[in-house]
């Protein structure tokens, strides 16, 4: 899939703006602080249906201006789709398909698949699992609005167990009410984990070779799901269940479930080593872009379209090998890329930021 056009009105530093794409290299260049990452953050919100930076959504919305807009427009195999995404302070979020509000944020899942990049996602490789869940977590979901649904029951069980947990006086107070929401959370979270572990089984041929075409074969990665697997869905249950009747005691003391999906982890080796103890910076680079240039090969894969690629000022990251390289790839597919200054000799449309305008 191709974006074709975008318009922003009072959307961050933008009041208003609009442009259209190439189908290959978009390079948005501007000085800092003009609005480059906010325009690339448009875009994925269009994709994913928030926002990767902003805490609350209203810091989306122009600091002058009371509401917020995002049109779209991207182009797929069978047609053009229209995305708007409205944003008030009150806090109201009202997206919509060709003109047609949706009623779930799921709904918006696969209009536009993304794939995003920046020096923040360096902290993929590096940093807590949670940056590792919620990149399964994005990647799933864009292929699979029913991964989205669970996850969002997922999340509410959870809470509804740790509200319990907080609340109870002893184990046997609650033995009722939590065995309730054991069995729910174990059900649902066999699915998760099921997804999960199929994702990175499909995403690990195509990350090991965009590892090894960016280290020029000098690195073989590695990848698996840390956290409770099993045979089938059915075992997973099964021992998830355990899991929870286990920890128990545990979770009463600490006020929350401290086992489950929502705890996992992905492990990550380069020529065998853990990389996220072990790794240099480099290479904790290398394989955070590697993964998610595997999420643009599976994505497409599973979709018969090929995502759009965004790259937030990632070349300043890299040496210039990896960056020739990284380019090279580019090519294959419509990528959005933000820096300050762009020398290279391949072809791509300048898209010049300028004060939060596009000039
Ligand atoms: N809600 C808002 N209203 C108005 N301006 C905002 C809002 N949110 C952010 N900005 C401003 O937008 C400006 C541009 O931010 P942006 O992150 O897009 O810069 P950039 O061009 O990517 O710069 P750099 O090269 O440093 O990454 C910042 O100066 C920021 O203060
Ligand atoms: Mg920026």
């Not at 899939?1 to 609009?18: G, P």
């Not at 066999?190 to 074969?217: C, D, Q, W």
């Not at 380069?270 to 680079?285: A, E, F």
Request: aromatic share 8%; glycine share 6%.
């Amino acid at each position: 899939m191709k974006v074709k056009s975008i318009a922003l009105t009072n959307f961050r530093n933008y009041s208003f703006s609009e442009t259209s794409f190439d189908d290959g290299l978009n390079i948005v260049v501007g000085k800092n602080a003009q609005g480059k990452t906010n325009l690339l953050e448009a875009i994925y919100f269009c994709a994913i249906g928030k926002s990767l930076r902003a805490v609350r959504e209203k810091e989306l919305i122009n600091w002058d201006k009371p509401v917020a807009k995002i049109s779209l427009e991207v182009e797929k195999k069978f047609g053009k789709t229209r995305i708007d995404i409205t944003l008030n302070r009150v806090g109201k979020k009202i997206v919509a398909i060709n003109r047609l509000p949706i009623r779930k944020i799921g709904e918006l899942m696969g209009e536009l698949n993304a794939v995003f990049f920046s020096p923040d996602e360096l902290k993929l490789v590096k940093e807590s699992p949670e940056d590792r869940r919620r990149f399964m977590d994005i990647s799933i979901s864009q292929t699979s609005k029913q991964y989205f649904y669970l996850l969002g029951r997922y999340s509410k069980v959870l809470a509804n167990r740790n509200k319990l947990l907080k609340q109870a006086l002893s184990p046997e107070t609650i033995k009722d009410t939590i065995g309730l929401w054991d069995e729910q959370l174990s059900s649902i979270g066999a699915k998760l984990i099921m997804y999960r572990v199929a994702f990175l089984k499909n995403i690990l041929p195509f990350a090991r070779l965009s590892h090894e075409y960016l280290t020029e074969g000098t690195e073989e990665l590695n990848l698996e799901y840390a956290g409770i697997t099993g045979e089938d869905e059915a075992e997973i249950k099964t021992k998830l269940l355990k899991q929870l009747e286990n920890s128990l005691e545990k979770d009463m003391r600490l006020q929350f479930t401290s086992v489950g999906p929502h705890r996992d982890d992905i492990k990550v080796w380069v020529n065998g080593i853990d990389i996220k103890t072990y790794g240099s910076q480099g290479q904790q680079r290398t394989v955070a872009l590697s993964l998610k240039l595997a999420e643009l090969e599976i994505i497409e894969r599973q979709t018969g379209e090929k995502p759009i690629l965004i790259l937030d000022d990632v070349l300043s990251e890299l040496d210039e090998k990896r960056k020739k390289r990284l380019l090279a790839f580019c090519k294959k597919t419509q990528t959005f890329l933000s820096c300050t200054d762009f020398n290279y000799d391949v072809p791509h449309k300048t898209i010049v930021v300028d004060r939060g305008s596009i000039v």
